[in-house]
Structure formats: structure tokens, C-alpha cells
């Protein structure tokens, strides 16, 4: 297949819409602020244009945003009825509407994620992660984990879904009646600031939310901050790993997002056209850069060839390229450092003796990019099999029976998500039940919703984030 | 002339079988009054790895078991612990140093502890799962499934009510336990195994190390294939929880942290001590023709 097939007019989604300041302060007690680090870029992954100068919050800065949430907390946002909280984030869940297109641009521009992601999922998910959570401020008598605000928490999350996982810290921390401390990571803090003036517009009393920006030190201050009642946090599993041995010892409530290896499984008796579809969007949506990404492909071996040749053709067909562009479906990698993992774990890959792939496209001369690739011939001791790569990066295994598939597929530290494609019921049943992972998708993949909780098991993390049990980490009941 | 009483050795009890310490060592377990009662095997290092392996052989047969069926075996437990009052309220009195009376109730609540959580096994799921309302074409279901193998360290002060309360909750949802019992008073332990061998429990779900928690929690803390710990047992020892608790940071097991001092375990128990050690499974279907 050549390329020119399909060959598309640019699309671009006008960036006029995002007005990006030179600089940002920090977000606290309802005021940008100046930090007192060492002020950092952003960069546009997709060109290395620097879009802004950002603050860093050292130690005393943390602890006038923790000494902010507290006051915050303790005069206005715990004794306000909870029908009145529920108002402010239903404000804010419509704000994000309304600002919906500036959000998305602003969010493909600073994270590198194509534009119709961003449109699609991060920004309606996003809000509607607040209109969720606001519904539950006055309901909470019912939840099952009674109506008690923990007190302030101290929430750090990650580059992938910058706004997305914003909403999925915040929305339920405010309607449980806490206040937060909220650090967007340092290659992904533009929309966090967007929001911090969405909350101003949203008339929130001050220092209900504080947002600061910096690097892992200012993450280390924030987790450790002796007021702190509450961590959350999404991101890697080392990390994960050190939070909980800083807050061991500490009445800290705890809970973690962290890393995922998913088996994407896929059965003979499978609608092979689906299952491609799930494949692709399972490994290359937003990179591939997703901790629930379907990164291991388990494939019975009667139809492992079909299989491969089908998701070679239909990857051949992914327009990599400039995020703001409507057509483009696959973005820009997030960072240099990203990259260089990337390509670290791609090459052992190849030195380990798997098969590697890369789809044909034309990478561009600036910025960050990687093609979707697949491994072929993966063992289960490959480091491509066991290691999370957090890019597009797929692995393919085989099996031949049920019982292998659910070996292979259990066998690694993590157990976030996992996908089963059969046309058998009751082998999804089966399946569902024997795979040890937060979520499984059933014949569809990376199916997000604020109802639905999420969150792993062993490694990759503990808590669930959305849904009813997403109230269990705010509030004292659910301990 | 008097007959010679044949005196019990007070094992170990390790995938339904009860061994000595692998290491050779017990030691002396005296009454409340400090009169010499029995010499208790001093669980190892080795002793814990070993409880580890046979309950991570054990639990897929016991979580892959029907929540009735688990309720029935727990009940089964209440049942032989019914039937063996004269020997646990003994065991009671000696290491706790009750009157009769005080014992017998203590007892009581102990069998009807472990009714309470044997009920739950079919009905924990419909309390704390969901359907949940996805805004698409799914149908989104929440359930709680077992952690794995969990650590439990069980209460020094109230050596059986506190036992039956530490481990009858980890074992309904379908976890399997490596329980270290209360280091001087380790008999209602001892005894409490002897009924889990005779009521249907499988081999491995629990295995009961008496011995000194202080130094086997470290290694079962480390242990790479446990999924869990409760630290109720070192309740008190900041330091050591503290250890305990960046231990267990390896692997991220999921930490039921101890309280300041060991709390009063005839106040309703609630649910925390099940909620701890579960994983809520999400599952989508699509619907669709």
C-alpha cells in the first residue's frame, strides 16, 4: 500500500483560541502568585516551541498553598452545605464546556495528543467527571462511606491526560468537602492553570483549590507536607512506591494510580475487524502514553497470522503528525525523555531477538515522534513484555488455550486492565473473572466514564478513582 | 498410682498440616499467673515462607469457590469451635486469665464473630459492588474480588475473639491467610487451628505461625508474593509499624494500618476490616445486537 492512498489537505484546528501567557505564577488562596524556585519551560512536544515560562514551587511556597487549602478547608468548604459545593461543580463542569475548544487546542498544544482527542475525550470526559462528583456533594449520607471530609489533599498527577486526570483528582476531593493542593506535571501545566482561572470565574472561594507547578521536588514537599491528610497520585509505579514509604507511619490516607501492562486478549471465534479496531486504539490512543494501554497483544495461534496482517494494514492507514490537525491519530511523543525510554526499551527489543515493525509513515523534522510499532515473537521474558514503555509500542504474543491466556496474562507485577475479544459469553465471563485487573474491557478498549471506577491491583496501585467508589479515598468513612 | 497424662505438643499449622519450626526452636508459654504451660513452636523466617507458599497454592481453590460454599465452611468453623467450648475456654483462661464465666462469653462472642462474617460471604458483594450508569452502550458492573495471600498479624491482648475478628474477615471474600498469633498467648491460636483442620477449610487458606511478630512481620512485610497486611498485631510499636509499612512499599501491598493501642473487639466490627482487603473488579460488555 503506498501512502498517497490516502492522502489527506491539512485540517489544522486554529490555535487563535488559546491565549498562552509568557508566564505563569502559582495558583494560590484564589491569586497567581510568584513561586520562589527556579521557573521552568513548557514546550510544544510536537515543534520544541517554548510556549511558556512556568513557576516552580519550592518548600515555602507548598506550604502557604497547604496552609491556604487548610484554612479553606476549615472556614468555608467543609461547613458549606453540600448542595451548595454541588453548585460550584456543576459551575465548573459547564465552564469546561463552554471553554471546551480553548482547553482541548491548549491541551494537544502543550501535551502533544491529537486535537480530536482532546476534543473528544479529555475535555467532555473531563467535565464530565465534575457533573458527576457534583451530584454526590448532597447525596454523600448515602454513599456508604458516610459525609466526613478528610481535610486537605495533596494531589499529583501526570503528562498523559493533563486535564482529564485534573478532573479525576479534584471533582471528587471538592465534593467530599476537601480542599486540594493539585501539581500538574512539569511538561503538562497549562490547562491546570486554565483552570485555576476556571475556578476563579467559577467564583470559588479562594484556596479551596491551589494549583502548583514544578518538577518531582516540589511533588516530594507537596506529599510530605506534615498537614497533608490525604495523597493521591497518578503516575509511575517507582514513584507510587516512594509515596508509600513517605507517608508510612502517617495517618495519611493514600491512594494510587500507577502503571499497567494490559494483555489485550483476542480468541479465534473474536470479530477480527473489532478486535483490530480495539488493538489500535488499545496501544496507539494517545501514543500509547496510558497506564491502562493493552501493550501486550495475546492472540491464539490459529489466527495470530490474520491477526498481524490485518493490524499491519489497518496501522499502515494511522496519520501521525501535527496534534491540532483534525485528521491526525497519532501525536507527538511528550517529551524528549520520553522518547529516549521509548527507544531504549524499542532497541533491547530488537537485541532480545523480537521481531520489530514500525508502521510507514514520515516521522516530522521537529519535535518528538515515534511510530506505531509492534513487536512480533515476544517471549514473556522479554523486558518489551514485562517493562512499561508508555508509547506505541505493542507487543505479540501467542497462546492456545484459555487457561494459557489467563497464565500469560496475569504474569507480571502489574494488574490495572485487561481486554478479552471472543463471541463467546461465557468465555468473557470466564475470562473476566480470572484475570487479575481493575478493569477489563470486553470486546471494546479504553472505555473511560466518571460512574465507572477505576484502578488497579497489585502493582499498579490501590484506590479506585470514579464512580461510587471513588468517594471511598475523600471521605472518613471509607478508610 | 496416678495415670500420666499424655501432654499435647503445640505445632505449627502450615497448609493443613501441623510441623514443627523448621528451625527446631519453641518456646515456654506461661499462664497469666507465669506458671510454666506448654513449650510453643518459635516460627522462623523459613516457617513464614513456607505458610506463604501454601496459601498462595491455596487460593485460587478458595477464591474460585462459591460465595455460599465459603459461608458454609465458615460456619462449619463456629460449628467444631461449638463443640470444642471445654478446650477453648480453657485455652482462654489460661492465656487470658479470665474467670470461667468472663471466658465462656468471651467465647461466646468469638463463635458468633465468626457467624456474623460467614454470613457475609454472599452478601458482601451486593453491599459494596455496582452497576454503574456509563453515559454509552455498556453494561458496567463493580464487583469485589479476594487481594491474594494477606499477612495478618493478630492481636497480643484478646487471643481468640481478637483472632477470630483479625482473620475470619480476610478469609470470607476468598484471600488466604498467614496469620502470627499473639506471641504470649499463642494457645487459643494453636487450638483455633486445630478446628480449621477438622471444618472443611482447605489446606493452606490459613496458616497459623506462633511465635514473635516483631521478627517474622519483617519478612512476611518484604515478601514479594504477599498482596496484604493488617499490622493489628504490632498495634503500640510506631516504630516497627513504620517499618512494617515502608516494607511493604516493595510490592505495594495494600496496609491495614494498627491502631494506637489494640481496640475493644466486642463493639460491632463493621465492614473495614473485609473492605481492606478487596480489589473492586470493573467489567465492560457492550450491548449491542
Redesign the interface.
Known amino acids: 500500500m503506498t501512502s498517497n492512498v490516502f492522502e489527506y489537505a491539512p485540517a489544522p484546528e486554529s490555535r487563535s483560541i488559546v491565549d498562552i501567557k509568557p508566564s505563569y505564577g502559582l495558583f494560590v488562596d484564589g491569586e497567581f502568585v510568584d513561586g520562589h524556585g527556579t521557573s521552568f519551560k513548557t514546550i510544544s512536544p510536537a515543534t520544541e516551541e517554548v510556549l511558556s515560562e512556568v513557576a516552580e514551587a519550592d518548600q515555602a511556597d507548598v506550604d502557604l498553598a497547604v496552609k491556604a487549602a487548610r484554612r479553606a478547608h476549615t472556614r468555608v468548604w467543609s461547613r458549606m452545605p453540600g448542595r451548595e459545593r454541588a453548585k460550584y461543580l456543576y459551575r465548573i463542569a459547564r465552564i469546561i464546556q463552554e471553554r471546551g475548544r480553548e482547553l482541548a487546542v491548549l491541551e494537544s498544544i502543550d501535551n502533544g495528543k491529537p486535537i480530536k482527542e482532546s476534543r473528544d475525550v479529555d475535555v467532555p470526559v473531563a467535565a464530565a467527571h465534575f457533573f458527576y462528583y457534583a451530584g454526590w456533594a448532597d447525596k454523600l449520607e448515602y454513599s456508604g462511606y458516610g459525609d466526613r471530609s478528610l481535610g486537605v489533599a495533596a494531589q499529583v498527577i501526570p503528562w498523559n491526560f493533563p486535564l482529564l486526570m485534573l478532573a479525576w483528582k479534584i471533582a471528587p476531593a471538592l465534593a467530599c468537602g476537601n480542599t486540594v493542593v493539585l501539581k500538574p506535571a512539569e511538561t503538562t501545566p497549562l490547562t491546570a492553570l486554565l483552570f485555576a482561572e476556571i475556578c476563579q470565574q467559577a467564583d470559588l472561594p479562594p484556596g479551596v483549590v491551589n494549583i502548583i507547578t514544578g518538577a518531582g521536588a516540589t511533588g516530594q514537599a507537596l506529599v510530605g507536607h506534615a498537614d497533608v491528610d490525604k495523597v493521591a497520585f497518578t503516575g509511575s509505579t517507582e514513584v507510587g512506591k516512594a509515596i508509600a514509604r513517605a507517608v508510612a507511619g502517617t495517618d495519611k490516607r493514600v491512594t494510587l494510580e500507577l502503571g499497567g501492562k494490559a494483555a489485550n486478549i483476542v480468541f479465534d471465534d473474536a470479530p477480527l475487524d473489532q478486535a483490530i479496531e480495539g488493538i489500535v486504539d488499545g496501544i496507539f490512543f494517545n501514543q500509547g502514553h496510558v497506564c491502562c494501554a493493552g501493550s501486550r497483544l495475546l492472540v491464539q495461534e490459529s489466527v495470530a497470522e490474520d491477526v498481524l496482517d490485518r493490524l499491519k494494514r489497518r496501522m499502515a492507514t494511522l496519520r501521525l503528525g501535527d496534534p491540532l490537525d483534525k485528521n491526525t491519530d497519532v501525536g507527538a511523543i511528550n517529551s524528549a525523555e520520553q522518547l529516549a525510554r521509548i527507544r531504549e526499551l524499542s532497541d533491547i527489543g530488537e537485541a532480545e531477538g523480537a521481531g520489530r515493525w514500525s508502521a510507514p509513515c514520515e516521522l516530522p523534522a521537529h519535535g518528538f515522534w515515534f511510530p506505531p510499532t509492534i513487536f512480533t515473537g515476544v517471549t514473556q521474558a522479554h523486558r518489551i513484555a514485562r517493562e512499561e514503555v508508555f508509547g506505541p509500542v505493542l507487543s505479540v504474543l501467542t497462546f492456545r488455550t484459555p487457561a494459557e491466556a489467563i497464565e500469560k496474562a496475569n504474569n507480571t507485577p502489574y494488574g490495572l486492565s485487561a481486554g478479552v475479544w471472543t463471541d463467546k459469553g461465557s468465555l468473557i465471563l470466564k475470562m473476566a473473572g480470572s484475570l487479575r485487573a481493575g478493569v477489563v474491557w470486553a470486546n471494546t478498549f479504553n472505555k473511560f466514564d466518571p460512574t465507572s471506577p477505576f484502578g488497579g491491583y497489585k502493582e499498579s496501585g490501590y484506590g479506585r478513582e470514579g464512580g461510587r467508589h471513588g468517594l471511598a479515598g475523600y471521605l472518613k468513612g471509607g478508610e | 498410682m496416678s495415670r500420666v497424662d499424655v501432654r499435647k505438643t503445640y505445632k505449627l499449622f502450615i497448609g493443613g498440616a501441623f510441623p514443627r519450626s523448621e528451625s527446631g526452636y519453641s518456646y515456654v508459654v506461661h499462664d497469666s499467673k507465669g506458671a510454666f504451660v506448654a513449650n510453643a513452636a518459635l516460627a522462623s523466617r523459613k516457617d513464614a515462607r513456607d505458610a506463604v507458599v501454601a496459601a498462595r497454592k491455596a487460593f485460587g481453590g478458595w477464591a474460585g469457590k462459591t460465595a455460599y460454599n465459603r459461608a458454609q465452611i465458615l460456619y462449619r468453623i463456629a460449628e467444631i469451635m461449638e463443640d470444642r467450648r471445654p478446650q477453648l475456654v480453657q485455652a482462654v483462661r489460661q492465656s487470658e486469665g479470665l474467670s470461667g464465666s468472663r471466658a465462656e462469653k468471651v467465647l461466646d462472642e468469638s463463635i458468633d464473630r465468626l457467624v456474623w462474617y460467614a454470613g457475609w460471604a454472599d452478601k458482601l458483594t451486593q453491599?459494596?459492588g455496582?452497576a454503574?450508569?456509563?453515559?454509552?452502550p455498556?453494561f458496567?458492573l463493580?464487583t469485589p474480588e479476594p487481594?491474594g495471600v494477606v499477612a495478618v498479624l493478630a492481636p497480643q491482648e484478646s487471643s481468640l475473639l481478637g483472632l477470630i475478628s483479625a482473620v475470619a474477615p480476610v478469609i470470607v471474600t476468598g484471600n488466604t491467610a498467614v496469620v502470627v498469633s499473639s506471641y504470649q498467648r499463642p494457645l487459643p491460636a494453636v487450638t483455633f487451628a486445630e478446628c480449621l483442620a477438622t471444618s472443611d477449610v482447605p489446606g493452606g487458606v490459613v496458616n497459623i505461625l506462633t511465635g514473635d511478630a516483631s521478627t517474622i512481620a519483617p519478612w512476611l512485610a518484604s515478601h514479594m508474593d504477599v498482596?496484604a497486611i493488617d499490622l493489628l498485631g504490632v498495634a503500640g510499636d510506631?516504630e516497627l509499624?513504620?517499618?512494617l509499612?515502608?516494607a511493604?512499599?516493595?510490592?505495594?501491598k495494600?496496609v491495614r494500618r494498627a491502631p494506637a493501642a489494640e481496640p475493644d473487639f466486642a463493639t460491632d466490627p463493621g465492614l473495614?476490616a473485609m473492605t481492606?482487603f478487596v480489589?473492586?473488579?470493573?467489567?465492560?460488555?457492550?450491548i449491542g445486537v
Request: aromatic residues 6%.
Open positions: 453491599v459494596v455496582n454503574n450508569p456509563v453515559a454509552g455498556f458496567n463493580s487481594t498482596n510506631t509499624t513504620t517499618s509499612e515502608v511493604a512499599a516493595d510490592n505495594l495494600r473495614d481492606a480489589e473492586t473488579k470493573t467489567v465492560w460488555h457492550p
